[in-house]
């Protein structure tokens, strides 16, 4: 390999390193507003484990994820859920 090439790799080796550096964690908080979705997401569980947790479909926990506002019962529900299956 010529000079030139090798210091062409270097320096896409530099600047892909300086990439990595400047990476920023997904924060879903930065783009879910619901409060139901984002517990959610934080405890890494899914919808439908949610639901069967709590004795109601799958299609009732997207709604809940979807309402632009939750009451503070349904809210207190899935709470108290999560709770118990991080416990598990």
């Known amino acids: 390999m010529p000079n030139n090439q090798i ?3 270097l320096a896409g ?3 892909c390193a300086e990439q990595k550096e400047d990476y920023v964690d997904f924060d879903p908080a ?3 507003d619901n409060p139901v979705a ?3 997401m934080k ?5 439908v484990d949610l639901a069967r947790h709590m004795r109601v479909t799958q299609s009732y926990i997207s ?3 979807h309402a632009d ?3 503070d019962e349904a809210l207190q529900k899935v ?3 999560l709770q118990e299956l991080r416990k598990r």
Do not use: G, N, P, W
């Not at 405890?43 to 919808?47: L, P």
């Open 7 to 9: 210091e062409d790799e």
């Open 13 to 15: 080796l530099e600047a």
């Open 30 to 32: 930065d783009y879910v």
């Open 38 to 40: 984002l517990a959610r």
């Open 43 to 47: 405890a890494q569980i899914k919808q």
């Open 63 to 65: 709604k809940l994820e």
């Open 69 to 71: 506002q939750v009451s």
């Open 79 to 81: 709470k108290a859920a």
